[in-house]
């Protein structure tokens, strides 16, 4: 504990500030009143205010979006597996095809329409994935390139993806309930 | 005020001029000696310490305390005079 005596005025003061000691100006009269009050109040303890330390909450300055490089490099991966899925679910579509005659034809056509929607659907997922073939082989930087969403599989494919089941089940379903022939897909 | 001395009413009554510290209530003969040793020779002077410590009553005692070693009694009486005293004329 540094000697009060050797302090300012303005030392002083301030330290009685922090011990909340109500109190006139610093002059000569009044020095040695503050000087033994502030020694009492650092003998008790009392409830002292330290200077406010100036921290700075650097977190929010940290915090980069790494994880969009990852999302990038798995999303064109996504779409290579899912690339890869559609013809499987394709597959499974002839396969109901053959447990069910009768819907060869428009099954045939809904699969047709379906192929009709595949080149539609794969076009963006092609120029997807070439836009990722141009940027993954480059440095992988953190900024991102389009608006992407910080999803793992893009909003479209999500949605596209649940379109095609609730399409999917609702076939199956339509199927095992009558066996008319689903006038409907044409 | 019910308690208060003769030497109370006289030293509010009237502007202090140059009165000697012993005028104040509260200061008898032995802690006015004490507080011109201190260079306090004049009642004013007491004034000019009561203002500089803000007219607040802990303070003010305090130092009186701690200058001329005043009893409670004496510091209140102290006190009282010079704050009326304040509140007429200052």
């Given at each position: 504990m540094s000697s009060l005596r050797s302090?300012?005025?303005?030392?002083?003061?301030?330290?009685?500030?922090?011990?909340?000691?109500?109190?006139g100006p610093v002059v000569d009269s009044t020095r040695n009143l503050?000087?033994?009050?502030?020694?009492?109040?650092?003998?008790?303890?009392?409830?002292?205010?330290?200077?406010?330390?100036?921290?700075?909450?650097?977190?929010?300055?940290?915090?980069?979006?790494e994880y969009k490089t990852p999302v990038r490099s798995d999303?064109?991966?996504?779409?290579?597996?899912y690339m890869r899925s559609r013809?499987?679910?394709n597959e499974r579509e002839f396969e109901h095809e053959t447990s069910y005659s009768n819907y060869s034809r428009p099954k045939l056509e809904y699969g047709g329409q379906q192929f009709s929607d595949e080149p539609h659907m794969y076009d963006l997922p092609s120029t997807y994935k070439s836009s990722y073939l141009k940027t993954t082989p480059g440095p992988s930087k953190e900024a991102p390139k389009a608006p992407q969403s910080s999803r793992l599989v893009?909003?479209?494919?999500?949605?596209?993806?649940?379109?095609?089941?609730a399409v999917f089940l609702y076939l199956v379903f339509s199927s095992m309930e009558t066996n008319e022939p689903i006038k409907g897909i044409e | 005020m019910s308690s208060t001395s003769q030497k109370h009413k006289d030293f509010v009554a009237e502007p202090m001029g140059e009165k000697p510290v012993m005028a104040l209530a509260g200061i008898g003969e032995v802690l006015g000696k004490r507080l011109e040793d201190k260079g306090f020779d004049k009642?004013?002077?007491?004034?000019?310490?009561?203002?500089?410590?803000?007219?607040?009553?802990?303070?003010?005692?305090?130092?009186?305390?701690?200058?001329?070693?005043?009893?409670?009694?004496?510091?209140?009486?102290?006190?009282?005079?010079?704050?009326?005293?304040?509140?007429?004329?200052?």
């Open positions: 302090r300012t005025a303005q030392e002083i003061s301030d330290l009685l500030d922090e011990y909340e000691i109500k109190h503050y000087e033994r009050k502030l020694k009492e109040a650092m003998a008790k303890g009392r409830k002292a205010k330290p200077s406010p330390d100036k921290t700075y909450y650097r977190e929010e300055e940290e915090v980069t979006y999303g064109a991966g996504d779409s290579g597996s013809p499987a679910w893009p909003l479209w494919v999500q949605f596209l993806f649940f379109v095609a089941v | 009642a004013y002077v007491v004034l000019g310490q009561f203002l500089v410590l803000k007219k607040d009553e802990e303070l003010f005692r305090d130092w009186l305390k701690d200058t001329c070693s005043a009893n409670v009694k004496q510091q209140g009486d102290c006190y009282g005079c010079l704050k009326e005293w304040c509140d007429a004329f200052l």
